[in-house]
Each structure stands twice: as C-alpha cells, then as structure tokens.
C-alpha cells in the first residue's frame, strides 16, 4: 500500500499515512463538512474576515479518538468560498499528512490554521471530537463590559441546557483569556484555562473570539450556537440596564460606579473611595436617617477627593461597627478581597475535610452550592484561592444576600425555586448558625447543624442533626 512521504512543509514535518486512507470516505466526509460548516458560519459572522476556524477528528471506530487524524481549515483564506480540497490533514500529533496544493494569484499560499497549536491542546487535554473558533460579534463584546473580569458568569437562561454539563437553573461559567499578537501565543493561557475550569467547554479570549470544543462536531456547533446566544442575551440585558448574571435578572445595582457585574456605569455616583471601591450613597442616607453611630453624609461632587473618599472610610467603617448585612457592603468586601487575592495576600481557609467531601459528592454527581451573606464575588474569591487549591470545580454556583437575609425563610423559598428541585426537603442545609437553622426548616428544607471551633452556642433541645465533620454526612 502506497504512502505519504515525509517531507518539510513550512517548517512542519508531514509524516506517514496510508495514500489510500487519507483518500478514504470517512477523510473526505471530514473534508466537506467542515467547507459547508464554514460557510454556515460565515453567514453568522463567526469566520468573515478570513478569521475563525475549525477541525474536525476523522469518525472510525476501529481508532480511538486520540489517535484519530484531524481535518484542519487552512488560515488566511475566504472561509465561505473554500472546498474540501484546500484542507489539512493532520496526524493526531500534529504532523501534516495531506496539503492543499498552491492556487494562482491573488491566493495566497496555503498555510495551515495559525489556531492549530490551541486545537491540538483542546483534542489532548478535553479528548475532543471537535473544535470551533469563532469570531463572532457577541464573544468579543461580552469580554469587553468589564475589562477586568477573568469570567463569564450567567444563570437561570434556557439556552444553558445546550451547554454539556448544565441545566437551566446551574450557573454557566467560562474563563476569559487575554488576547496576544499572534494566535499561537494563546496556547499557554489556553492549557491554564482549562487546567482550572475542568468543566469549560469553552475559552474566550478578550477582545478576540472563543475556542469552542466537543465530543463530536455535533456537540461543538451545537453549544457554540448556545454560547453565542447566551452572550448576545448578556449584551442585550445589560442595555436594558439588567444583570444577566443573577437568577432573577433584576436591574443592575449601581456601586461606586461600577454595575453589579462589574461594567463600569456612565452615570456619576458619589459613593467613590479611591479608584475601586464604594458604597452606594441610598445606602448611607439610611443610616443617616436611622441615626446609625458614625454616619456621616457624603460631601457634593463639587467636594475634593480626599474629603469624599474621608466621608465614605468613615461611613464604611460604622458599617462593619453595626454588623450590617447589606448586599452593597457585601460587594465592597468582594473587591477587597479580589485585590487581596491578585496581590497574594489572602488565602482562602476551609477545614480540612471540606475539599475531600466537596470531591466526594461532586463524583457522585450532587450538586453543591454556597450560600453566604459574603458577596458571590468574594465567595468565588475565597473557595477560589485556598490552601487546597481551587475548589469551585466542586461547586455549581452561589447565593448571596441578594436572595434575602439569612435569618428569614423567604430566602430559602426562593433558593428552593432557583435551584430546581421537586421539593424543598430535597435540599439539605447545612449551617452553624441556629437562626439560620431554623429559617431553613420553616422553608422545608432538610437541615444539620455543623460545630466547629468558634460557633455560638445551640438552645437546649435545639431538634436539629449536628455534625463536627463533613464527613459525617
């Protein structure tokens, strides 16, 4: 049986393949379907511009997927005009095995996707089938509302069940990457990325694009169709002034500035103490009004910087005095604690049979989630950045006060309802707060009392469960 030579192409080794294999059906089906794709995703705008990509593994399931060879769109070239002749065929490490031969001018000479370092990363760390590149309008704008952001966050959307891994009321995350001048130079980001979001099945790259995989090339069109859907839901929803990432999408509530996602607000807020923090000005008006000690109004725009950001220490410090439980004062922590993260001053403590329950449960397919009258931000924050390493892989998302106080049973009701089950007594809570408790119990849910070192002491005859250990459970 004939083969392929090896030869240089480039500067990349083409290996060996059978002639006759890399002629077979199933090459040139791969072939054709990644041209007609490529022309439906030119009329989408995911690969105008030349931009965007694709490769497709070659179906035969006589070979694992990791040893299938690969079907590459070639780089630089009109996508929606291209035939199954102009692509790549690559052996599962990477070498070419089949080129497009050279067209007269204007076609530029062919070249092989300047993303196929980041596809072969997907293939060998996700065991993908298949991997989408798209330039699509709504991937780069939704990295772009807040430039500091490293995360797609959004719930409580129907389109998140087309993402593998996730139902309606699960909170869809997707790490952000920062672009570079050349795709290639993506690739270590890229691998850290999905090093870290084990269950991503897709990567944004800011102002860029996104990296889109699957087990099949049905699975990755299918979710790369629900990924651009949900980021052009987010767009809109931030128009109307919205916050998609929260369960109910109420307005976004304006701190210091900047919208509860994070994107920065065009009006002017008063409440600013240094370039990064605040509180919102309604909020110390309240405490003015109810006579909370150390309150003190917030000087007029017309004021200096030292003297308002003088005011809001102040206000903020009577705050933490009261043992005040406001969601705004909740997100000023949050982006405390992000600086204190990023700058390596914190880490994040849990008690050590934490992380090996959390993996436990995760394995057996519960789902877990937090509820703290700490910020979601800083929840992520902490359970992020612990001395056990990450351990948001184990959760499936977060509540905050923004559901309702602890201490009420509404709270609870409206967990219940966001988290999908049939039945409250589905749920079990678990607390080492007994009002908390008790709250919990009146809303129908399952509850234990955790002890730990620290906790206030429980009523006689308190009728919960306790337990001193996660493992207990």
């Known amino acids: 049986m004939a083969t392929v030579p090896a030869v240089a192409a480039n500067g990349v080794k083409i290996g060996m393949a059978s002639q006759a294999y890399l002629e077979s059906k199933a090459v040139k089906d791969a072939r054709v379907l990644i041209s007609d794709l490529c022309r439906q995703f030119y009329t989408l705008g995911w690969v105008s511009g030349t931009g965007g990509s694709i490769t497709i593994k070659v179906h035969d399931d006589s070979i694992p997927k990791r040893h299938q060879l690969i079907v590459m769109s070639p780089s630089g070239v009109q996508k929606e005009r291209m035939v199954p002749e102009d692509m790549y065929v690559l052996s599962p ?78 909170e869809l995350v997707v790490p952000i990457i920062e672009n570079t001048a050349y795709e290639f130079e993506l690739t270590e980001s890229l691998a850290k990325a999905i090093e870290a979001y084990p269950k991503t099945t897709a990567v944004l790259v800011r102002n860029h694009g996104i990296y889109i995989w699957g087990d099949s090339w049905i699975s990755a069109k299918t979710q790369a169709e629900c990924y651009h859907y949900l980021f052009d839901a987010a767009i809109k929803l931030h128009q109307l002034g919205l916050d998609w990432s929260t369960p109910n999408h109420g307005p976004i509530r304006n701190v210091k500035g900047y919208l509860g996602n994070g994107a920065s607000a065009s009006i002017p807020v008063k409440a600013v103490a240094d370039e990064t923090h605040g509180i919102e000005p309604l909020l110390v008006q309240d405490d003015l009004d109810k006579g909370v000690v150390g309150a003190v109004p917030i000087p007029s725009d017309n004021a200096g910087k030292e003297e308002v950001v003088a005011a809001l220490v102040a206000n903020v410090e009577a705050m933490i005095r009261a043992d005040r439980k406001t969601t705004a004062l909740k997100q000023l922590q949050g982006r405390i604690w992000r600086t204190g993260f990023e700058n390596g001053e914190l880490e994040g403590v849990v008690f050590e049979d934490v992380p090996q329950a959390l993996e436990k449960w995760h394995a057996l397919g519960i789902k877990v989630y937090i509820y703290s009258s700490g910020s979601r931000l800083a929840q992520r924050l902490l359970f992020g950045n612990t001395s056990y390493g990450d351990l948001r892989k184990y959760l499936s998302g977060f509540f905050d006060t923004a559901v309702g106080n602890k201490k009420e049973t509404h709270s609870y ?61």
Request: glycine share 10%; proline share 9%.
């Open 93 to 170: 490490d990477g070498s070419i095995l089949s080129q497009p031969s050279p067209k007269p001018y204007p076609h530029k000479p062919p070249k092989c996707s300047d993303c196929g370092p980041l596809f072969l990363k997907a293939y060998e760390m996700c065991n993908a089938g298949a991997v989408i590149h798209s330039h699509g309008i709504e991937s780069c704008l939704v990295t772009m509302i807040n430039p500091l952001s490293k995360e797609f966050r959004i719930t409580h959307m129907e389109m998140i069940k087309g993402i593998k891994g996730h139902g309606y009321y699960d």
């Open 413 to 473: 009701v409206e967990i219940s309802e966001s988290v999908g089950v049939d039945k409250p007594s589905e749920i079990l809570f678990i607390t080492d707060v007994y009002q908390e408790a008790v709250a919990a119990k009146a809303a129908g849910l399952e509850v234990m009392v955790s002890i730990r070192p620290g906790n206030g002491p429980l009523p006689e005859n308190h009728g919960f469960k306790t337990i001193k250990s996660f493992s207990g459970i």
